[in-house]
């Protein structure tokens, strides 16, 4: 069975993005592939996140991918913390990347270049890939599913692995990117020009799943579209109507071009009543569940044994690596 390996950030309330991006394809991977999922809570240090908010957070994101359909008993789930190897490797691959590599990282040259006067960046969003890389090269997926903002730090991920793999010996699994073709990346609903992040300032132009499903809806039908009033997919010339048509597509599961043949002639307004109520339903059934799992007492214990089958996994990597780079001195 082929290996994938995603994470994601507790740092914010989860977003139809990462639900569309990240969460509903882990999903439907699950049987076909062995599956890595975590929390990273590690990198979401690299911007202050108030305590209280980061514990309800990291919850919120266990209960959500349970409510999303994912199956302890088949995906291994842990919190990154619990696995000191990711520090651990991320220090060794740390002191293999360039200065230079590290700058060229959009993630980073987007956040520096947003910085205020008298702002500083902290240092851990300039090293994050390196951590990142450890977090995927410890357990040789094949593959990591991807929204298209991280596409960049797997090619990373990639270079690393390959310059380890050259100056040492054969030790990392080279890792494919794998960027969905429909929903890589979900844009504002407010400026369809912009992804949508959980960790927008503002939230406006944001569906948060957890949300009151009525604020969802109202955040669909006040979407920013253009004054055209014809529904067809072209993401340059109407950014805000592809998007809106890439969510309808994935959350009822009919192609872009049946729906924009069936609403052919038909206003803005009525195909986003529909959306809302796709919208609504769907995050229905995750309400549903999740207060389900936030009833039980069981997230612990998924986590527990999470982190020690994740753990075994990475311990055997990272001691392969201090042995091939010299660390090791014992036999
Ligand atoms: P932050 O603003 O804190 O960076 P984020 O919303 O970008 O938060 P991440 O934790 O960085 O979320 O990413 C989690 C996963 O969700 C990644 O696989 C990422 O590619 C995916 N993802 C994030 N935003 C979107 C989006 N707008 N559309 C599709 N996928 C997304
Ligand atoms: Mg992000």
């Not at 400026?191 to 957890?210: A, R, V």
């Not at 529904?231 to 599961?253: A, E, F, H, Q």
């Amino acid at each position: 069975m082929k290996r994938m390996l995603s994470g994601i950030k507790p740092t914010g309330r989860v977003t139809l993005g990462n639900y569309i991006g990240a969460i509903k394809p882990f999903v439907s991977y699950q049987d076909e592939y062995e599956m890595i999922v975590f929390v990273a809570n590690l990198h979401s240090m690299t911007i202050y996140q108030e305590p209280k908010d980061l514990r309800k957070n990291t919850k919120d994101l266990i209960s959500l991918y349970l409510a999303a359909g994912l199956d302890p008993k088949k995906v291994t789930l842990f919190l990154q913390s619990d696995v000191l190897e990711h520090a651990q490797l991320g220090w060794y691959l740390g002191c293999m990347v360039s200065m230079g590599e590290l700058s060229r990282m959009t993630q980073y040259k987007d956040k520096a270049s947003k910085l205020k006067k008298d702002e500083s960046i902290g240092a851990g969003i300039f090293n994050y890939p390196s951590l990142m890389n450890a977090d995927i090269l410890l357990y040789d997926p094949d593959y990591v599913p991807v929204g298209e903002d991280q596409k960049q730090h797997c090619e990373l991920a990639r270079d690393i692995a390959e310059r380890f793999n050259n100056r040492y010996s054969e030790t990392f699994k080279l890792p494919e990117p794998l960027v969905p073709k429909v929903g890589g990346r979900i844009m504002d609903l407010q400026n369809p020009t912009k992804k949508m992040s959980k960790s927008d300032e503002t939230g406006k132009g944001c569906i948060y799943i957890l949300d009151d499903i009525n604020v969802s809806k109202k955040k669909i039908m006040s979407a920013v579209t253009d004054s055209d009033n014809r529904i067809y997919y072209d993401v340059k010339n109407k950014p805000g109507i592809s998007n809106l048509l890439t969510i309808y597509s994935i959350l009822s599961g009919e192609s872009i071009d049946s729906l924009v043949d069936r609403y052919q002639g038909k206003g803005y307004g009525e195909f986003k009543k529909d959306l809302a109520e796709v919208v609504g339903q769907e995050l229905q059934k995750i309400h549903d569940k999740y207060n389900e799992i936030n009833q039980g007492n069981y997230i612990d214990e998924i986590l527990t044994e999470g982190a020690n089958k994740a753990r075994y996994m990475a311990r055997k990597k990272l001691a392969k690596v201090e042995r091939k780079i010299g660390i090791t001195i014992k036999k």
